[in-house]
């Protein structure tokens, strides 16, 4: 049973919840947990969008960091490598995934927030990557998953500095894409989710792996990718239902086939 990363399903929404551990952050079971979460709720044909979610006043929590201090650098390489896996299986959810952020999002928190496609913070939220402050640099994602968001400007600020961003600051250079009260956060999270879980399941993904794949690619690489998820479409049910829809001047129910 998962102790630290929960997929909870409520019709076609699954929430995803990261529990703080009340133990280190580096328990070995918490990236296979992230990773059993991730893959569960991107197979299940009933989910159709996804919220990730912590707790009202921590988002998450990553490795604990001075629980790392003085263990051998190949044991902490390998279990960097294995939670790296678990927010990269997130990353590759073939769903919408919408962050759903209150409290605190600092370093890892941070970094599996990144992970989602849709930002939604509380205006107390506070959201940073600290580890310079401990002579370390973000290791889950951070130096790479922020600059392709915000810009290398932003991420080399925010990564240099170590000082975290209010809801506001975030959302005005990107980090975040939604600032609501602290209360209406899980209500707007689920809000968006839904509109999400209404679309064409199958379009949806390819939507997200051709922006996911094509960014930072030659725009030649990235048209190719573009081509090849637009053509693929023309096989699902939903496209079908879709057209007809149109052409009949009615609202389409898409099935998700």
Do not use: N
Not at 76 to 95: D, Y
Not at 168 to 180: F, K, S
């Amino acid at each position: 049973m998962a102790v630290f990363v929960r997929a909870d399903k409520d019709g076609p929404v699954a929430t995803i919840r990261v529990v703080r551990p009340k133990v280190s952050g580096v328990d070995p079971a918490v990236p296979g947990e992230m990773t059993a979460a991730a893959e569960e709720v991107g197979r299940d044909d009933a989910v159709r969008a996804v919220i990730l979610r912590g707790s009202k006043r921590v988002f998450a929590s990553g490795a604990d960091l001075h629980g790392m201090a003085g263990r051998p650098p190949a044991e902490v390489r390998a279990h960097t490598e294995r939670l790296q896996a678990g927010f990269s299986a997130m990353a590759a959810i073939p769903k919408p995934v919408v962050a759903a952020i209150s409290g605190y999002a600092l370093g890892g928190g941070l970094e599996l927030a990144l992970c989602a496609d849709y930002r939604i913070a509380g205006r107390g939220a506070r959201l940073g990557l600290p580890e310079i402050r401990l002579g370390l640099i973000p290791g889950t994602g951070g130096t790479q998953r922020l600059p392709r968001l915000v810009g290398p400007g932003h991420a080399k600020k925010l990564i240099f500095g170590g000082r975290p961003l209010t809801a506001q600051q975030a959302l005005e250079i990107g980090l975040v894409d939604e600032v609501v009260a602290d209360e209406d956060v899980d209500h707007a999270a689920r809000s968006l989710a839904e509109e999400f879980a209404q679309g064409p399941t199958a379009a949806l993904a390819a939507a997200k792996r051709a922006v996911d794949e094509g960014f930072g690619t030659p725009l030649e690489t990235g048209m190719g990718v573009e081509c090849r998820e637009f053509t693929g479409l023309f096989a699902t049910e939903d496209h079908r239902i879709g057209i007809d829809a149109f052409l009949g001047g009615a609202i389409p129910t898409f099935t998700g086939r």
